[in-house]
Antibody, heavy 120, light 107 residues
Framework: QLQLQESGPGLVQPSETLSLTCTVS??????????WGWIRQPPGKGLEWIGS???????YYNPSLKSRVTVSVDTSKNQFSLKLSSVTAADTAVYYC????????????WGQGTLVTVSS | DIQMTQSPSTLSASVGDRVSVTCRAS??????LAWYQQKPGKAPKLLIY???SLESGVPSRFSGSGSGTEFTLTISSLQPDDFATYYC?????????FGQGTKVEIK
């Protein structure tokens, strides 16, 4: 059974870059069965898909965030990462990483989530 | 972009009730729809994938139906553990969109 764990700073300054890493255990990030994704949830609000990556490095981004998002994978460390640039208070959210099964169509395993607050 | 409209936003029900949540897509998505349950402070939990396939370990009182643009999540007999928020999620061309969520409350 896969386990995913997000890590990174809980506080980011406005206009800076948010950086998070998701460590995968219980399976290989190079598995052809999975895509890997980032989803966020502002406090008290709904879920928003940020972007996804395949082990080969192919990436897919939410059009509304595409200009600010980079998702990358490190197969040697069994990790994938998120960078979100030029953050504002509107980027304050719980950030989740997830494994995406069924040709990337749904998230079967999720990390516990990490709250990132954008504030000076 | 494909938009997902979920209804109702809040649903008040009693233990034992049969409840349904609807999700409508702004364009056809075949059966590329998933349903999740989320409890406060927790990550979403997958219930249904490909519109009607029950995820392993999920109780059989949960079921999903629909295709194209209209989808339904049904809980046949609401249990105390089912009071939570439910989200639909569509998949199209390597892109996801979630519905706004439906909070199932105790009546």
């Amino acid at each position: 059974q896969l386990q995913l764990q997000e890590s990174g700073p809980g506080l980011v300054q406005p206009s800076e870059t948010l950086s998070l890493t998701c460590t995968v255990s219980g399976g290989s990030i190079s598995s052809r069965s999975y895509y890997w994704g980032w989803i966020r949830q502002p406090p008290g609000k709904g879920l928003e898909w940020i972007g996804s990556i395949y082990y080969s490095g192919s990436t897919y981004y939410n059009p509304s965030l595409k200009s600010r998002v980079t998702v990358s994978v490190d197969t040697s460390k069994n990790q994938f990462s998120l960078k979100l640039s030029s953050v504002t208070a509107a980027d304050t959210a719980v950030y989740y990483c997830a494994s995406m099964c069924g040709s990337g169509s749904y998230g079967d395993y999720w990390g516990q989530g990490t709250l990132v607050t954008v504030s000076s | 972009d494909i938009q997902m409209t979920q209804s109702p936003s809040t649903l008040s029900a009693s233990v034992g009730d049969r409840v349904s949540v609807t999700c409508r897509a702004s364009q056809g998505i075949s059966s590329w729809l998933a349903w999740y349950q989320q409890k406060p402070g927790k990550a979403p939990k997958l219930l249904i994938y490909k519109a009607s396939s029950l995820e392993s370990g999920v109780p059989s009182r949960f079921s999903g139906s629909g295709s194209g643009t209209e989808f339904t999540l049904t809980i046949s007999s609401l249990q105390p553990d089912d009071f939570a928020t439910y989200y639909c999620q569509q998949y199209n061309s390597f892109s996801w969109t979630f519905g706004q969520g439906t909070k199932v409350e105790i009546k």
